[in-house]
């Protein structure tokens, strides 16, 4: 149970990574001429952005990033950011001195992550722009990942409901029965073993997508091979082969 619950963590997480990651690299505008402003030219794209859209909720702020391990090898960073009320943040980070600059988003169902590109392709302009529009939309974005959430939270119950009934249907099946029996289960498949006669183990694989087809026909099956095997005179092994 615990890994079905970690597993579901993580496929939630997953596809929360997958809808935003391409929202977020939208947000880069390429300029094929090479023309990328210097730190001056940059602070003045920010504060433009700033002025223009005065309930963004834009912040500009400056960092030191590290180029080596003396104090010395790191350079200044100019950040324009937005904070998302607890929800999370997204931030423009461009150091003119380094061959990328990056968008860093976080987001209260992800892993934070940073999506980096070549400053000296970058149309800072109409960048700026698609970050702003990212910010205006997020709100609708923020509904379609919850929805995906919801999704992925009612299939996993369903097949968590699937998996108790075959636990159970399986138990009270084989408990009526003459039979030994085990029943194991991974993360996809469960596999019934079952002792017949003390001679012969046959073993059957079931999923929650065939299990309503497979365990009605249990007993039937369990009883056609006993005979099978009753009138068989030297040992044999019975394996079926998937087809690809």
Not at 166 to 183: C, P
Not at 210 to 224: D, F, S, T, V, W
Request: aromatic content about 10%.
């Amino acid at each position: 149970m615990h890994n079905h619950s970690e597993n579901s963590a993580k496929s939630k997480s997953d596809a929360c990574h997958n809808f935003w990651q391409p929202l977020v690299k939208k947000i880069y505008a390429c300029n094929t001429d090479g023309i990328f402003p210097d730190k001056d030219g940059v602070y003045a794209a920010f504060v433009r952005l700033q002025k223009t859209r005065p309930n963004g909720g834009f912040e500009i702020s400056y960092k030191q990033e590290s180029r080596g391990y003396r104090e010395c090898d790191k350079t200044q960073a100019i950040c324009i950011s937005k904070s998302f009320e607890g929800r999370g943040s997204i931030g423009l980070i461009v150091n003119c001195e380094a061959e990328f600059l990056s968008i860093h988003f976080e987001y209260a169902d992800i892993e934070a992550f940073n999506v980096p590109f070549r400053r000296c392709q970058c149309d800072l302009g109409a960048t700026l722009d698609n970050f702003a529009n990212f910010i205006e939309e997020f709100p609708s974005y923020c509904e379609q990942s919850s929805r995906i959430i919801t999704e992925i939270e009612k299939e996993r119950k369903l097949e968590e409901i699937a998996r108790d009934t075959i636990r159970a249907t399986v138990s009270h099946i084989m408990e009526s029965s003459k039979y030994s029996w085990n029943l194991t289960e991974n993360e996809n498949t469960f596999s019934l073993e079952v002792s017949i006669n003390d001679e012969y183990t046959v073993e059957m694989d079931f999923n929650t997508q065939n299990y309503l087809e497979r365990i009605p026909a249990l007993q039937g099956i369990l009883k056609q091979t006993e005979n099978f095997l009753k009138e068989i005179p030297l040992p044999i092994t019975i394996q079926l082969q998937e087809k690809s």
